[in-house]
T-cell receptor, first 114, second 111 residues
Framework: NAGVTQTPKFQVLKTGQSMTLQCAQD?????MSWYRQDPGMGLRLIHY???????DQGEVPNGYNVSRSTTEDFPLRLLSAAPSQTSVYFC?????????????FGSGTRLTVV | TQLLEQSPQFLSIQEGENLTVYCNSSSVFSSLQWYRQEPGEGPVLLVT?????EVKKLKRLTFQFGDARKDSSLHITAAQPGDTGLYLC???????????FGTGTRLKVLA
């Protein structure tokens, strides 16, 4: 049981490049979310999904796209990377049964945009 | 926009001391979680509180949810170096699936 797996762990992009951050969970959780973590700002919600085929915006969605074609996978796409997107990105999952009981997080992707 | 303010932002104490971390908001949450995060890792859930006034204990850690479900506190008794880390509170907005995170409290316990 791997939990939540994020790839890659580290990435350097040039301004304007695009890329996809991968997230997969093997716990059959319906809820999945993407957060970014910046110094002094805690975790900010980018996009979230309550099930396959259903996604919605969080607090800071601009510049990011998501899709949820399967329960297991929730990739985050950066359309045209900007230095302001330099951050640590976390994917997390939960289930309706665990709805009150918080998320299981991946170990993060550290992204630098130069 | 809902905000969760944590205080203090930073805390450095000696082993054996007690401490309290606060998580405050003007919004009501249906539940509130506390997480601990270590460098290079994702946050790990410590506890969830659901009922206003609820108190939960996890060994030397005591968590309390405010009566109005707008605030919470984390109290650590006799802190140990292993308690060092970033402590985050997160609230579940009523009627939504959004977890909003606080700004975090970075704790360092010196041996």
């Amino acid at each position: 049981n791997a939990g939540v797996t994020q790839t890659p762990k580290f990435q350097v992009l040039k301004t304007g490049q695009s890329m996809t951050l991968q997230c997969a969970q093997d716990m059959n959780h319906e809820y999945m979310s993407w957060y970014r973590q910046d110094p002094g700002m805690g975790l900010r919600l980018i996009h979230y999904s309550v099930g396959a085929g259903i996604t919605d915006q969080g607090e800071v969605p601009n510049g990011y796209n998501v899709s949820r074609s399967t329960t297991e996978d929730f990739p985050l796409r950066l359309l045209s990377a900007a230095p302001s997107q330099t951050s640590v990105y976390f994917c997390a999952s939960s289930s309706p049964e665990r709805g009150h009981y918080g998320y299981t997080f991946g170990s993060g992707t550290r992204l630098t945009v130069v | 926009t809902q905000l969760l303010e944590q205080s203090p932002q930073f805390l450095s104490i000696q082993e054996g001391e007690n401490l309290t971390v606060y998580c405050n908001s003007s919004s009501v949450f249906s539940s509130l979680q506390w997480y601990r995060q270590e460098p290079g890792e994702g946050p790990v859930l410590l506890v969830t509180v659901v009922t206003g006034g609820e108190v939960k204990k996890l060994k030397r850690l005591t968590f309390q949810f405010g009566d109005a479900r707008k605030d919470s506190s984390l109290h650590i008794t006799a802190a140990q170096p292993g308690d060092t880390g970033l402590y985050l509170c997160a609230g579940l907005s009523s009627g939504t699936y959004k977890y909003i995170f606080g700004t975090g409290t970075r704790l360092k316990v010196l041996a």
